[in-house]
């Protein structure tokens, strides 16, 4: 995630042996902030008629997956630039509401008001000829009707696979409401049966909720929920796990973090990205990256535990911490609140109760001490949240825990878990039939060994 509204604006190099005076001043790149606004605070970047090259030492970020020498553009008279990726990270370009990314070595034409994402995600500049737009169409575009859905590029690594994904933006919601648009009277009669769907307001609590998408009509956002719908109220320790963590965009998302006196971030953040989160996060932030045991991989989950006067509040959710996933993406979270558990009583555990703490205990956050008030002095572990009663849970809790696991941790995390809870479960008569739903990402080349293993 990167800087969030970090815009940039780089000198751009010339190439050739002229100097930019004595060169046709073709066009402009635009720095944009993560929300696609131009931000006035820096200088339009003028390019000349020729080659002029982007890289590390033009652009001032700290992020070395930039190259010294990331691209190349080479501007026209026509207005038209053709961009060249130079550089071993790919970069993605949009045009209109189509996004391509480019791998290294490739070359793509570019027209005026086309956007580059330097990395995908990350480091947004709009290309503006000088004279406006003169040709509406690059020779090389790509358009996606209906039929198509979307474009995969061929080639992906599965990092690059990630990158693309985590890159969608407000496109994506355009494109969505231009096609309800168009079809509105061919869809109508489809879409009335979801028109007046609600679920009961005493079983909200206990159902997966999808997360508020900007640019759908305000029925279709019934029931769902905002980041501020889930953290709020008197939150007196906050823990956010997550991949992604854009910290400028998270506070001013949901403000009620900044009142919260203890916030631990579990993430999987690192290089630049990771050395901006350090310089500023509040000071009662505490940054943790999970270790691995392993040399490949990454800390994926996302989650969040908020501890109340009254209890904790734990959410699964489906969405990285980054603007993009809470606003334009079909993104949704699973949320039950849970009581304190009377000190007097004898109560036992439950099997929630065992998923959560495990898990807890494997991330490995430094302990630290709270004073809650009305309440104690607590030391903030994977064992303190066995103070709570999760009787009442709805769920299980699958956790995925890298490393090589034998003996009784076999069937402690990921899939061998899941067979494991499945085999527990009693169903009723009526469903004892019915087949079972899978839905995963990222799992084409160990889906189906997996799904054996389920069966078995």
């Not at 854009?246 to 579990?266: F, G, H, N, R, Y």
Request: glycine content about 6%; some cysteine; proline content about 6%.
């Amino acid at each position: 995630v990167g800087p969030p509204a970090l815009s940039l604006h780089s000198a751009l190099k010339q190439s050739n042996n002229s100097s930019m005076a004595d060169s046709a001043q073709i066009g402009f790149f635009i720095p944009l902030d993560r929300n696609l606004k131009e931000d006035t605070s820096f200088p339009k970047i003028p390019f000349s008629q020729g080659p002029n090259v982007v890289g590390r030492d033009s652009v001032p970020v700290t992020d070395k997956r930039l190259s010294r020498k990331h691209l190349t553009i080479n501007a026209s008279l026509d207005g038209s630039a053709d961009v060249l990726v130079e550089g071993t990270n790919p970069i993605v370009v949009r045009s209109g509401d189509q996004r391509k990314k480019l791998l290294s070595r490739q070359r793509l034409r570019i027209k005026h008001g086309d956007v580059i994402e330097l990395i995908p995600g990350h480091h947004f500049f709009k290309y503006v000829a000088s004279g406006g737009e003169k040709n509406t169409e690059s020779p090389n575009s790509w358009r996606r009707t209906k039929n198509e859905g979307t474009k995969v590029w061929e080639g992906e690594a599965p990092s690059q696979k990630r990158m693309r994904r985590v890159s969608e933006d407000e496109a994506s919601a355009r494109s969505l409401q231009a096609e309800l648009d168009d079809d509105s009277l061919a869809q109508e009669s489809s879409l009335e049966a979801f028109r007046h769907f609600n679920v009961p307001n005493d079983e909200l609590p206990l159902t997966f909720r999808l997360l508020q998408v900007q640019g759908l009509p305000a029925w279709a956002n019934t029931s769902s929920v905002s980041i501020g719908d889930v953290i709020q109220g008197n939150v007196l320790i906050a823990i956010l796990s997550n991949y992604m963590v854009d910290i400028d965009w998270l506070i001013s998302a949901c403000p009620t973090l900044e009142k919260v006196p203890q916030v631990l971030v579990i993430h999987g953040e690192g290089d630049g990205t990771l050395e901006y989160m350090k310089r500023n996060k509040p000071a009662n932030w505490i940054l943790h990256k999970p270790p691995l045991p392993i040399s490949y991989g990454t800390h994926h989950s996302k989650a969040m535990l908020l501890v109340y006067p009254r209890g904790v509040r734990i959410i699964v959710h489906t969405a990285n911490l980054i603007y993009v996933d809470w606003n334009n993406k079909s993104q949704g979270l699973w949320m039950q609140d849970f009581p304190w558990k009377d000190q007097s009583s004898s109560s036992k555990g439950c099997g929630f109760e065992s998923d959560l703490i495990d898990y807890l205990s494997a991330l490995k956050w430094p302990e630290f001490t709270s004073n809650l008030p009305a309440l104690g002095n607590f030391s903030i572990n994977s064992s303190f949240f066995k103070k709570f009663d999760y009787s009442n849970a709805v769920v299980r809790l699958i956790a995925s825990v890298p490393g090589y696991h034998t003996g009784p941790n076999l069937k402690k995390w990921g899939h061998m878990k899941l067979r494991t809870v499945l085999q527990e479960c009693v169903f009723d008569k009526q469903f004892q039939k019915s087949p079972l739903v899978y839905q995963g990402l990222d799992l084409v080349l160990s889906f189906d060994p997996m799904l054996l293993t389920l069966q078995r």
